[in-house]
């Protein structure tokens, strides 16, 4: 791989179609990967298959997931014929986590601590192991934290010192309805709780249906306040202030 130019190529991929983005990041990475735990990052897969067979998947296990959400991961594992880097909490870091405050503390002292221990560590270690990752993000999805994203970034929260991780965001300029239409077009597999009402699906106990019209964010931590709604997975996003 030769050097990447990130600013030439987010001028490049402003605005650009999700599979022009794709197509650049497999051209200038090999090792990449596809972050997957939603209805966008299997149009990502997808789309991913058709240009290069060999493309790298992980996922992550909270542990607090819907039983739904488990057998989703494995219908698209077989769908696609594909590994599936099925990534856990450290159980030292966990055990400790839950013996002092117990499973339910995120409803009074916010969800960062949990989604650190069962999401962000667990990422951290993947990363680490990567030049760059895609991500399903969308602007649309939260205006507060994704609005001004582009489309190629500098992954400031999981760089290092002698080490920077490119992060593509493909989907960023698709709405819901896009997405949703290339799923009935190409048939391609979703997480039946989408059928009761669920749109955005994290974890079991802090993931619930929206009602008509509300965003597709409000089922996330909805006692929490809307401009802080990331797990930490991008918590770039969240602005200071």
């Not at 067979?53 to 696609?80: A, M, N, W």
């Not at 970034?153 to 949703?180: A, E, H, Y």
């Not at 749109?199 to 409000?218: D, K, M, W, Y």
């Amino acid at each position: 791989m030769t050097a990447f130019d990130l600013a030439s190529v987010q001028t490049e991929l402003q605005g650009k179609n999700p599979r022009t983005i794709l197509k650049a990041a497999l051209a200038n990475f090999d090792n990449i990967a596809i972050s997957f735990s939603g209805a966008e990052d299997v149009v990502l897969i997808d789309m991913a298959m058709q240009i290069r067979k060999d493309i790298q998947v992980f996922s992550l296990d909270t542990g607090r997931l819907h039983p739904e959400t488990y057998r989703f991961l494995e219908q698209v594992r077989k769908h696609y014929g594909i590994n599936i880097d099925i990534l856990s909490p450290d159980r030292t870091q966990l055990d400790a986590f839950v013996k002092e405050k117990g499973l339910f503390s995120f409803y009074e002292d916010g969800h960062q601590q949990c989604c650190g221990i069962r999401k962000v560590e667990p990422l951290k270690r993947k990363l680490a192991t990567l030049d760059a990752w895609i991500t399903g993000q969308r602007k649309d999805q939260s205006l507060d934290t994704r609005g001004d994203i582009p489309e190629v970034q500098l992954d400031g929260g999981f760089s290092g010192p002698g080490k920077q991780l490119i992060k593509f965001n493909p989907l960023l300029n698709w709405s819901s309805t896009q997405v949703w239409d290339y799923i009935e077009a190409y048939q391609v597999p979703f997480n039946e709780l989408h059928n009761h009402g669920y749109i955005s699906i994290g974890c079991e106990p802090c993931t619930r249906p929206v009602l008509p019209n509300q965003h597709e964010r409000a089922g996330r931590w909805w006692w929490e306040d809307a401009a802080k709604k990331e797990c930490g997975l991008h918590g770039g996003n969240v602005k200071s202030g």
